[in-house]
């Protein structure tokens, strides 16, 4: 007889035959049991083969913990349904968490560089596709080979159905190049292997199988931050393609394309680093248009945004830091 525990054992068998940690392994069994404790609470009959949304609901009622912790109880309880069921009744409700609770990693250029420095072929090329093209973890997983072409790459990436939406990501010459590298170590390293796939898993992992591909792209970067000491994760590097965007004077609409969202909301408060808005630059920059119109008779090499309406003023540059502190402390 199948018990609600022997399903849970069962996929946490298939977990660990993932190679998932023995930490990660406990805490999944443990936010199920705890969901399900939940349900008990309330008084929910609880089917794992066609529990759905009320019972969803019903935990997230229940569950008196911060967002954060919520959702990756859910989560992990949608995971589990999922492996029952066939299906995952979390991901089909489509719910909207609070952002507000989320920690995003974000990476500089400085980072970045290490990291090539330091990583192997296939490494490298993850970071290279994350961090130039601004491409998902999945998206990566799931590039073939007939995919690449000479200046862009077919990709994969969210969307409703079995493969998503699909768009085409434009490819740079450095790309393309670290590419073509990377196939020649390819070559010569997995001699049998005759995979359509652009990125393989490990040599035991099964290249056919999509979790072995998506927890390869994982740890391989997550292993390299960990041992360089910087914290990074896929959508480290695709958040750093999308600041670099900003920082390029891109446009907001045309980033919102590059990085394949459907809302510029989350463009600009998921993938956007604060620092990499140039604030004080670009505040000087509208202040020097407006001027121009304002003051179309004043001289560009004597305009700044000192002058106000007095051409002959001194502007701040001339005035110092000192004096503007004189100024505020008048007796």
Same mark, same amino acid.
């Given at each position: ?7 849970? $054992? ?32 309330? %008084?929910?009959? #609880?089917? !794992?083969?066609? @529990?759905? $949304? ?12 911060? =967002?954060?912790?919520? /959702? %990756?109880?859910?989560?992990? #309880?949608? +995971? ?8 995952? !009744? ?9 952002? =507000?609770?989320?920690?995003?990693? #974000? ?23 994350? @961090? #130039? ?18 200046? *862009?790459?077919?990709? /994969?990436? /969210? ?24 196939? $020649? ?29 998506? *927890? ?19 959508? +480290? ?18 980033? /919102?394309?590059?990085?394949?969202? +459907? =809302?510029?909301?989350?463009?600009? $408060? ?21 001027? +121009?119109?304002?003051? !179309? =008779? ?32 008048? !007796?």
């Amino acid at each position: 007889m199948i018990t609600m525990d022997t399903d849970i $054992e069962n996929f946490i068998q298939h977990l660990e035959r993932r190679n998932r940690s023995p930490g990660t392994l406990n805490h999944y069994r443990f936010a199920i049991k705890r969901c399900m404790d939940i349900l008990k609470e309330r %008084n929910v009959v #609880f089917d !794992p083969h066609t @529990a759905g $949304e009320k019972e969803i609901s019903e935990i997230i009622k229940g569950m008196e913990i911060k =967002d954060s912790t919520m /959702k %990756n109880y859910v989560n992990i #309880f949608g +995971s589990y349904l999922q492996y029952v069921q066939g299906r995952n !009744p979390v991901r089909e409700m489509g719910i909207l968490w609070n952002r =507000d609770a989320v920690s995003r990693r #974000f990476i500089g250029i400085e980072d970045l560089s290490k990291l090539m420095s330091a990583a192997d072929p296939s490494t490298r090329l993850i970071l290279v596709l994350g @961090a #130039f093209m601004g491409l998902r973890r999945k998206e990566i997983a799931s590039i073939r080979i007939g995919d690449i072409g000479l200046d *862009s790459i077919r990709v /994969k990436g /969210k969307g409703h159905g079995r493969n998503g939406l699909t768009a085409r990501q434009p490819m740079t010459l450095y790309v393309s190049r670290e590419i073509l590298s990377y196939m $020649e170590w390819r070559q010569r390293t997995y001699v049998t292997v005759d995979d359509h796939l652009l990125i393989l898993p490990d040599k035991d992992g099964n290249p056919a199988h999509a979790e072995d591909r998506l *927890s390869t792209i994982s740890s391989k970067v997550a292993r390299l931050g960990k041992s360089l000491g910087i914290e990074v994760s896929c959508h +480290s590097l695709r958040r750093l393609y999308c600041t670099s965007l900003v920082e390029s004077g891109c446009p907001l609409g045309t980033i /919102k394309e590059l990085m394949r969202h +459907s =809302d510029v909301n989350t463009t600009i $408060e998921c993938y956007i680093r604060p620092s990499g808005l140039r604030l004080n630059e670009w505040s000087d920059i509208c202040t020097r248009r407006m001027l +121009s119109a304002l003051e !179309p =008779d004043v001289s560009e090499g004597r305009r700044c945004e000192g002058h106000g309406s007095d051409p002959t003023a001194p502007c701040a540059e001339e005035i110092g830091i000192e004096g503007i502190q004189k100024a505020r402390i008048r !007796p």
